[in-house]
């Protein structure tokens, strides 16, 4: 089956602590996204990637870090930095041209 | 930028009964307005789109309808079912534009 596969499903992390949700995708699409949701909330972009090894900042970009070293992979680090990292993120990809964003079903992030 | 307003934010109708929910936006090249219904726990699915071309678009239970001179589009579903009972989110986009615009949600309850 195409589609997207986040992982893990919930994760926990420590005080100082960096830790790394993992997005991918075989629906050879280009573009890719990182979206937290909060509860009750919408959808916040974070970063995306028009093509490999190359990405932009969303608009809640501080406190988070990606990558794009392979097409079907998009990576999101959330840094030490972001002290409110608890949150649903949603990972999304995109074909080309106008077209809709696929999401995958999520990583829920708590503080322990 | 675009600016997508969703509303209302929550809705509550009785089954069998119809929902509609309601979406502006305000850059008036925006010409792909994709809908997506989000499940506890669960990504956004794709439910329904259209592009600026057409001013409605049915599939079986729901629909969607387009007004682009006054910048609005809607989500209609008739005969709900507890099933239909979820989070939905309107979105806009246009050609040549990197991301979708969302809105900010509704929560459809729909009671037995």
């Known amino acids: 089956d195409g589609g997207i596969t986040q992982s893990p499903k919930y994760l926990f992390r420590k005080e100082g602590q960096n830790v790394t949700l993992s997005c991918e995708q075989n629906l050879n699409h280009d573009a890719m996204y990182w979206y937290r949701q909060d509860p009750g909330q919408g959808l916040r972009l974070i970063y995306y990637s028009q093509i490999v090894n190359d990405f932009q900042k969303g608009d809640i970009a501080e406190g988070y870090s990606v990558s794009r070293e392979k097409k079907e992979s998009f990576p999101l680090t959330v840094t030490s930095a972001q002290k409110n990292p608890t949150a649903f993120y949603l990972c999304?990809?995109?074909?080309?041209?106008?077209?809709?964003?696929?999401f995958g079903d999520g990583t829920r992030l708590s503080i322990l | 930028g675009e600016n997508v307003e969703q509303h209302p934010s929550t809705l509550s109708v009785q089954e069998g009964d119809s929902a509609v929910i309601k979406c502006t936006y305000s850059d008036s090249a925006s010409n792909y307005f994709p809908w997506y219904k989000q499940e506890l726990g669960k990504g956004p699915q794709l439910i329904i789109d259209i592009r600026s071309n057409v001013g409605e678009k049915k599939d079986q239970r729901i629909a969607v309808t387009l007004n682009k001179t006054a910048k609005h589009f809607s989500l209609h579903i008739t005969e709900t079912q507890p099933e239909d009972s979820a989070v939905y989110f309107c979105?806009?986009?246009?050609?040549?534009?990197?991301?979708?615009?969302f809105g900010t949600g509704t929560r459809l309850t729909v009671i037995p």
């Open positions: 999304a990809s995109r074909g080309t041209g106008n077209v809709p964003q696929h």
């Open positions: 979105a806009a986009s246009k050609t040549g534009a990197n991301n979708l615009f």
